[in-house]
């Protein structure tokens, strides 16, 4: 049981917030794919597998570690670290797609699907009980 979450890669922390936060309205796409790998009881369809192998973090790549294994990596995640960008006052993301001038990229519908059964199990529209 936890009521703060910490997602890490490559070893930082690539999206941080409340249970509610992280696993009802995830922003940063290893995230989304760490989601769309957990099987359920209620998942029919196919897992996706993350794509790819993490980085040599003896010689770290360039720009954001997740970007090689990204299928939403901007150009700019392959130059640059992105910053921890702030969602409200218990979410953050470090993550291009946050960026203001990023085009928008929806949740995938894998996720959204799983959101919405998670919140029929917990009893609520909002994901509480």
């Known amino acids: ?5 910490a997602v890490m890669y490559a070893g930082k922390i690539v ?5 509610d936060d992280v696993f009802y309205d995830p922003r940063h796409p290893y995230t989304w794919a ?3 790998s957990m099987p359920d009881l209620d998942t029919n369809e196919k897992l996706d597998a993350i794509p790819g192998t993490p980085p040599n973090m003896i010689y ?3 720009g954001d570690a997740f970007a090689e ?4 990596a ?5 130059e640059q670290q ?28 894998a996720i959204t699907d ?16």
Not at 15 to 19: D, F, L, N, P, V
Not at 69 to 72: E, S, V
Not at 117 to 128: A, F, N, P, S, W
Request: glycine share 6%; aromatic share 8%; net charge positive.
């Open 82 to 109: 992105p910053p921890m960008f702030k969602i409200n006052e218990t979410h953050y993301a470090a993550t291009w797609l946050l960026h203001p001038d990023a085009p928008k990229v929806p949740v995938p519908k």
């Open 60 to 62: 770290p790549p360039k």
């Open 1 to 5: 049981m936890a009521d703060k979450i």
């Open 74 to 78: 901007l150009k700019i995640d392959f």
């Open 34 to 36: 760490l989601l769309s």
């Open 114 to 129: 799983r959101i919405n059964r998670m919140k029929k199990l917990v009893g609520g529209e909002d994901g509480k009980q």
């Open 15 to 19: 999206e941080y917030g409340t249970a």
């Open 69 to 72: 294994r990204n299928k939403y």
